[in-house]
């Protein structure tokens, strides 16, 4: 750039001019080829520097003056140039000539100086006298450079391409580099050491920014030849920071003085001149102090400007240029400056073209594209400040620009000076645009609009819409001054949805108000009506605003229509707010034909009161399969926004929901309405499927800049206070989906509520359910059962009927006096009818009073379930792996140990063709057992009736061979014992048929009248099979057992009789060489923990089928406690193998034991212990691991009670503790 290369450092050179000239270009391009790393004071980084020095001819009127030190006219080096080689010339002139440049330099102070002798070949050779070369350096160097030998340098045949010569100039070159910049530390060190302390005095008086200006920014142009842009742009943004530091120090009340030349009134406002790298110009005005508050900010940007350039950095010009005009406009306003109503407008104008064409002539059409972000803010800047003139000036009247307004187009347009030769040529330039915009409408709209679109297409494009339609905005309130609504109503509804949208409330009501003005304008009657309601009962609006545009509804409501005018109906969001509604009945469910009554809350947002004509509703229908009543098929339950309830059938509505709009709640999008959706099995009730669907999806996804049409609604006119319907068919209802108040000609329509509010109408089939009284009913004894009949849809006549089949097991009994209840649908009693009820052989009919629909129709009965005779029921079989074999259950039993007998009764109803089956489920409130006691020889049965119910009773008649006087009370969960001695006959039957039967009545019901029932208890005894004796013995040698001593348990099973045939069948024996044998097996188990059995415990044996056949069992036993122990438990039962498993061959002695297999811990007592086989090493072992995983399992089967005999039951054995031979020490102190 031409202009740096008068700001070079300069560098003075003496001696021979000739030679310096001859060597000039050669030394000016290699001095800036190689970098020097640049070391700074401070801490700052170092960093690399290409050198570049302007060479000029010592002259000693160039030298500083008077102390000064400005930098870009003070040399920072001197070099004496001389190729003197004769020594006599030396003596004569060179070494005076030297004294005399080393004088003036020691004069002036300066210490930074060099002595170049140049050597040439050729100059040797034409002088054959002189002395070698040496001996002239040596004596320069004694002569001038004693302490600084370095400062004399030899330059050997410059302009040759020699080896020598190359390394010569390197050489020179280096300690010039060198020296050059060890002179621009020092003396710029200097220079900021002066600087810094001129800044520190800026308190004191006459202290002045515009000479610390110019001392600043000759550092800044230092850096800026040095290349360090980012250097020098630090200069000028901190002399930024300073000056408007002080500025806000005069808005605060503390001025400087030096501040009064900058508030002098602004003459000229030619804008930003970018286009110059120093606006010389405005630097001389500063220079001068004469530069006011423009001038300065314009130089100022202007070198930032270029140094941003310089560093690549274009889009921070942008946004610093922004930041400076708003600032701008501020500073004139603090500083109180004088300036021409629009000058600064122009300013403004101008400025942000200039910084607009100064970036689109460093960078290329795709580069301004993909960075319009960084350039909107201009065009939108210029484009309000067009506006502002055109206001300014009448070029936006619709009658155009007035006298006065043209005299100030004049003053403004000469206020901007000449134009710049720079853009002279320029078409497009900033200083034409002005002037042909302010010249004519025309130009000022063409010129606007171009701008306006460039703006809003730019907004566009990086998304910015909110800024775009703000533009669009201002536009439309250029077509309204223009006279033009048609084109400002696009612009005025873009932006009002965008304010509508993001919830601007303040900007929607300006934007309305402007937006009824253009519909006024283009006698859009409903829209504008519509708008007006908007505005009347919109919050931000004074009194008298609200007033005059609710005034203008009531006009055209109170205008008599003409025949061809329709009702016009408007939104209702504005007018009136929904703040309550109330159901009655409170549960908003009711049948069909029934009555609900709704009662609205509304409040009214009009400024004044309004005289409501009519008031309608329309109600959405959607059909269910199910109601309230239990649904049976799908379900739906809202998932969305919920209307608060405060119970009592009050709905209350938040007043953020869309009727409550203020002006803003019309043009919002509807809320989502989500439901659940369940698919239920129409059998069980069983979810089979859910899901969730949107009821209002055609309101969401329909276009946003489309209008909905209100529909007038069909419903007539309906009382103010309240809404009564009388509702005949359908099951579900949204209420209401629309509703419309009237006002004259005009209908405020609410499309939705949101929240939706629902009621249902539920039509429900007549329903019969039989219910007990009590928890449980009891068996044997009058019970009370509870018949409801909801009448549903039918009506009950007289003569209608119920007819309930009769059963032998559970008659219906009846009384005269039986009276049924009505109840209403809500649950009120409405009155009590009498009850007939007849019964024939077969059917009971009972005769209903006659009953409206959707009422209860209750009554009682009282039914009795005779107890059926209760057989002997063996106990459980059991397999030997614990598994329970699985019989047919002929009764079940509950948690409480109660049979319980299912009832079932099968009625015909008047309103179905079809018969009814219900089932009663009645519980036996006795559970009786008996057992055969023996003493000696002597028997006894023991019968025990155990009260397993709730209630109390009293029992009469226990009765086995003979009748007892006694009349005993069993008490609730307790039981009654009774007993008889059997007598031994001659002929002993094979067993022996018992019924045991007693009466029974509860004992709240006992009186002298009170009825007992009978119950019956049948059971069997059977003949003794076997009988089992056990005897216990000390080891050899003690009297007695001791604790963990080995004791002999010998068990002895004895045949007592042959078996009947029927016994035969039933015990399976097995006949070998003639010898038939049945199988037995025992079990030894200590329940009580107080023995343990050692080996094994349990086994098979094979009975011999004769009389007083005996077998016996020798296993060993260990005490665990001492003292009087009861004998072990032996349990014996009945082996019975399985059909498909082959019979396991006995030992040759069949009264031996078959130890072959063992069953541990099997119990088959009540705690329910299992049982398992053990294989002992028999190959015939049932159950061994040879056996493959689900053959068939041998089983056990129990004896009955009786068939054996147990000689040692209750038998104990005196066990002694082991003696201790322990001996303990014990002191005692």
């Known amino acids: 750039v031409s202009w740096r290369a008068g700001s070079l450092p300069p560098v003075m050179c003496a001696g021979d001019q000739s ?8 030394l000016a391009q290699q001095l800036p080829k190689e970098p020097m790393e640049w070391r700074r004071s401070y801490g700052r980084a170092p960093k690399m520097i290409h050198l570049e020095a302007n060479f000029v001819q010592f002259k000693e009127e160039l030298l500083p003056k008077d102390g000064n030190r400005a930098l870009l006219t003070f040399p920072f080096l001197h070099i004496y140039w001389t190729d003197c080689c004769d020594t006599e010339m030396y003596k004569a002139s060179v070494k005076d000539d030297m004294l005399r440049w080393q004088s003036t330099l020691r004069l002036d102070g300066s210490v930074d100086w060099l002595i170049v002798v140049v050597e040439s070949e050729a100059k040797k050779k034409n002088k054959t006298n002189i002395l070698p070369r040496t001996s002239i350096v040596d004596k320069i160097r004694n002569d001038f450079c004693n302490k600084q030998s370095d400062r004399c340098v030899v330059l050997s045949d410059p302009l040759k391409e020699s080896s020598r010569s190359q390394d010569s100039w390197s050489s020179f070159l280096t300690k010039l580099r060198t020296l050059l910049l060890m002179s621009f530390t020092k003396n710029l060190g200097r220079f900021e050491d002066d600087m810094r302390t001129l800044r520190e005095k800026r308190t004191e008086p006459g202290w002045s920014f515009c000479d610390y200006f110019m001392v600043q920014e000759e550092l800044a142009f230092v850096f800026e030849m040095l290349q360090q842009f980012e250097d020098a742009l630090v200069q000028y943004d901190e002399l930024d920071a300073l000056f408007t530091q002080y500025v806000l120090n005069f808005g605060a009340g503390d001025g400087a003085n030096w501040l009064g030349s900058f508030c002098a009134p602004v003459k000229r406002w030619s804008g930003l001149l970018l286009r110059r790298p120093i606006d010389m110009e405005k630097r001389e005005l500063i220079q001068r102090g004469e530069a006011s508050l423009l001038d300065l900010r314009s130089y100022l940007f202007s070198r930032q400007c270029t140094l941003l350039i310089f560093l690549q950095r274009p889009w921070e010009v942008t946004q610093r240029a922004l930041e400076l005009l708003h600032n701008c406009v501020q500073e004139l306003r603090l500083l109180e400056v004088s300036v021409v109503q629009g000058a600064l407008d122009c300013w403004v104008f101008l400025s942000c073209l200039e910084v ?31 506006k502002s003139l055109g206001y300014l000036c009448g070029l936006v009247a619709e009658k155009g620009p007035t006298s006065e307004d043209l005299n100030r187009t004049v003053d403004l347009l000469a206020g901007l000076g000449e134009e710049r030769p720079e853009t ?11 002037n042909e915009a302010l010249s004519s409408v025309e130009a000022f709209e063409k010129h606007y609009l171009e701008l306006s679109h460039a703006a809003m297409e730019m907004y566009r494009a990086i998304g910015r819409m909110r800024s775009s339609r703000l533009i669009g905005k201002s536009l439309a309130e250029f077509y309204m001054k223009k006279g033009d609504p048609e084109r400002a109503e696009c612009f005025l509804d873009d932006s009002l949805r965008s304010y509508v949208a993001e919830g601007w409330s303040l900007q929607v009501t300006h934007t309305r108000k402007q937006m009824a003005e253009c519909q006024k304008l283009l006698q859009q009657t409903e829209d504008y009506l519509q708008t007006s309601a908007l505005l009347a009962g919109d919050a931000n609006l004074t009194e008298e605003e609200r007033k005059h545009f609710y005034q203008v509804i009531l006009t055209f409501a109170s205008q008599p229509p003409a025949p061809s005018d329709q009702t016009v109906a408007l939104s209702m969001a504005a007018f009136a ?13 009711v049948h069909v034909g029934a009555a609900l009554q709704l009662e609205l809350r509304v409040r009214c947002l009009m400024p004044v009161a309004v005289q409501v004509e009519q008031l309608a509703a329309t109600l959405h229908f959607s059909l269910e399969q199910g109601g309230a009543r239990g649904r049976a098929g799908g379900t739906q339950r809202r998932t969305g926004q919920e209307p608060q309830g405060q119970g009592d059938g009050v709905v209350l509505f938040p007043q953020g929901s869309s009727l409550a709009g203020a002006g803003m709640g019309a043009s919002l999008p509807p809320a989502l309405e989500l439901y659940e959706m369940q698919d239920r099995s129409p059998s069980d009730s069983s979810l089979n499927s859910t899901g969730v669907v949107c009821k209002n999806m055609h309101l969401l996804l329909r276009r946003h800049d489309s209008s909905a049409s209100l529909d007038t609604p069909t419903a007539g006119a309906l009382p103010r206070s309240s809404v009564t319907l009388s509702l005949l068919v359908g099951l579900s209802f949204s209420l209401p989906p629309l509703s419309t108040l009237s006002v004259g000609r005009v209908q405020f329509v609410q499309s939705h509520i949101y929240p939706v509010v629902q009621y249902e109408v539920y039509s429900q089939e007549p329903q019969l359910t039989i219910e007990p009284l009590s928890d449980n009913l009891l068996a044997g004894i009058p019970q009370k059962v509870k018949f409801t009949i909801a009448t549903g849809h039918y009506n009950v006549k007289k003569g209608d009927a119920l007819q309930l089949s009769n059963t032998d097991s559970m008659p219906i009994l009846h009384s005269s006096c039986c009276s049924a209840t009505i109840l209403s649908s809500t649950g009120e009693r409405v009155g009590e009818r009498a009850l007939s009820v007849q019964s024939s052989e077969k059917v009971t009919s009972i005769s209903l009073p006659p009953t409206p629909p959707y009422h209860t129709l209750e009554f009682q009965l009282e039914v009795l379930c005779h107890i059926p005779p209760t057989p002997f029921k063996p106990d459980i079989e059991r397999l030997t792996n614990g598994e329970v074999r699985h019989r047919p259950k002929s009764h079940s039993q509950a948690d409480s140990g109660m049979i319980h007998i299912d009832q079932k009764v099968s009625i015909d109803c008047p309103w179905s063709i079809y018969s009814t089956l219900i089932s009663l489920t009645f519980y036996v409130p006795f559970k009786a057992k008996h057992s055969i006691l023996s003493a000696g020889k002597r028997k006894y049965i023991q019968v025990c009736l155990q009260n397993v119910s709730d209630t109390n009773f009293q029992l009469a008649d226990p009765v086995l061979t003979e009748r007892q006087p006694t009349i005993p009370t069993v008490c609730s969960q307790q039981s009654v014992f009774c007993l008889w001695e059997m007598r031994w006959a001659k002929h002993l039957p094979l067993c022996l048929q018992c019924a045991f039967s007693a009466s029974f009545a509860p004992v709240s019901a006992s009186d002298a009248h009170t009825a007992f029932k009978p119950y019956r208890y049948e059971f069997q005894l059977d003949r003794t099979l076997y009988s089992l004796k056990a005897e216990i013995l000390p080891s050899s040698g003690d009297q007695h057992c001791r604790t963990g001593a080995l004791c002999g348990l010998e068990v002895s099973i004895t045949r007592q009789a042959e078996p009947s045939e029927t016994e035969g069948e039933e015990e399976e024996s097995t006949e070998i060489e003639g010898l038939r044998t049945t199988k037995l097996m025992y079990e030894v188990v200590d329940n009580s923990s107080n023995w343990a059995v050692c080996g094994k415990s349990s086994g098979v044996v094979s009975m011999p089928v004769a009389a007083s056949a005996t077998h016996r069992v020798q296993m060993e036993v260990m005490p665990l406690f001492a003292g009087h122990l009861p004998f072990p438990n032996i349990k014996v039962f009945k082996y019975l193998p399985h059909s498909a498993v082959p019979a396991i061959q ?18 088959l007592d009540d705690q329910g212990d299992t049982a398992s086989i053990r294989s002992r090493g028999s190959i015939h072992s049932v159950g061994s691991g040879e056996q493959q995983r689900g053959l068939p399992m041998p089983r056990l089967e129990p004896f009955s009670p009786g068939q054996v005999f147990y000689w040692s039951q209750g038998r104990q054995v005196l066990v002694l503790p082991v003696t201790d031979d322990h001996v303990m020490e014990v002191n005692v102190t």
Not at 379 to 386: C, D, N, P, Q, V
Not at 424 to 434: A, E, F
């Open 356 to 386: 607009l064409h100064r970036i689109e002539g460093c960078c290329d059409r795709a580069q301004l594209e993909a960075n319009c972000s960084h350039t909107v803010g201009l065009w939108t800047y210029a484009t309000e400040k067009l």
């Open 1146 to 1163: 006995p030992d040759t002695d069949s009264c031996l034991e078959n130890d072959t297999m063992s069953l541990l811990d099997k119990g």
């Open 577 to 589: 707010q929904l703040r309550q509604m109330q159901f009655s009945p409170p549960g908003a469910v």
């Open 19 to 26: 030679l310096f000239t001859s060597l000039y270009t050669s």
């Open 424 to 434: 002279v040529n320029s078409l497009q330039s900033p200083y034409k645009k002005l």
